[in-house]
């Protein structure tokens, strides 16, 4: 079946404009996840919604930071005010149930560079 | 807080060697434990989990047991291919929690 999809692949953009990053989950999964990864790192934890409710937005770094998932599916991680620390690779990650011993699965991710 | 530790790359073995990636965590609890691979370009895969302390995982020829008494989680494979050459990640989630911490990354190359 279809997997976690990610658009766009990549994005440049110039210090200063808006970015909006989207992801579609497997479907009838019911969790989802935001982490960013920078070069030769480890991916951070963002965000995480349960259908449509943002339980947990702890990771996001800075209020030019926000996502959405308005219907339960598709979500969408809008970076306003782009700095060039926001370079770096955004993954979505699903899963079937809100428990962590049940597997993520990624996304290819964003690569965002900001000039 | 929680954490996870991998030994750093790269790892350069030649085709059929043993590999060892070690993988180390801190939990307050009682976490599950994953390994994740991420080929060029690719997101994350899922390797194999476990999911309490003496289970193994094991897929694709890979291995790794859950030891709690030295809080470890070493990927192992017997035989390793050029195909295997990838970046892999150990991360551990906390029991009744949902939140990935990843390690940052082990660089496997593997030359013919």
């Not at chain 1, 943002?54 to 930071?65: A, E, I, N, T, V």
């Not at chain 1, 079937?96 to 990624?106: A, I, S, V």
């Not at chain 2, 954490?3 to 790269?10: H, I, L």
Request: charged residues 20%; proline residues 4%; neutral net charge.
């Amino acid at each position: 079946g279809a997997g976690v999809s990610q658009s766009p692949r990549y994005k440049v953009a110039k210090r200063g404009q808006d970015v909006a990053l989207r992801c579609d989950p497997i479907s009838g999964h019911v969790s989802l996840f935001w982490y960013q990864q920078a070069l030769g790192q480890g991916p951070e934890f963002l965000t995480y919604f349960q259908n449509e409710a943002q339980l947990d937005k702890s990771g996001l770094p800075s209020d030019r930071f926000f996502a959405e998932r308005p219907e339960g599916s598709v979500s969408t991680l809008k970076i306003q005010r782009t700095q060039q620390e926001d370079s770096a690779v955004y993954l979505c990650a699903s899963s079937l149930g809100g428990t962590g011993n049940q597997p993520q699965h990624f996304g290819d991710g964003t690569r965002l560079s900001i000039l | 807080g929680d954490s996870v530790t991998q030994m750093e790359g790269p790892v350069t073995l030649s085709e059929e060697a043993f590999l060892t990636i070690n993988c180390t965590y801190t939990a307050t609890g009682y976490p599950s434990l994953f390994w994740y691979v991420q080929y060029p370009g690719e997101g994350l895969q899922l390797l194999l989990k476990a999911t309490k302390a003496d289970d193994k995982g094991s897929n694709k020829g890979f291995e790794a047991t859950y030891r709690k008494e030295t809080t470890s989680f070493h990927l192992e494979k017997g035989s390793v291919q050029v195909s295997d050459s990838a970046v892999y990640f150990c991360a551990l989630s906390e029991t009744g929690t949902y939140k990935y911490i990843f390690g940052t990354g082990t660089r496997l190359k593997v030359l013919a």
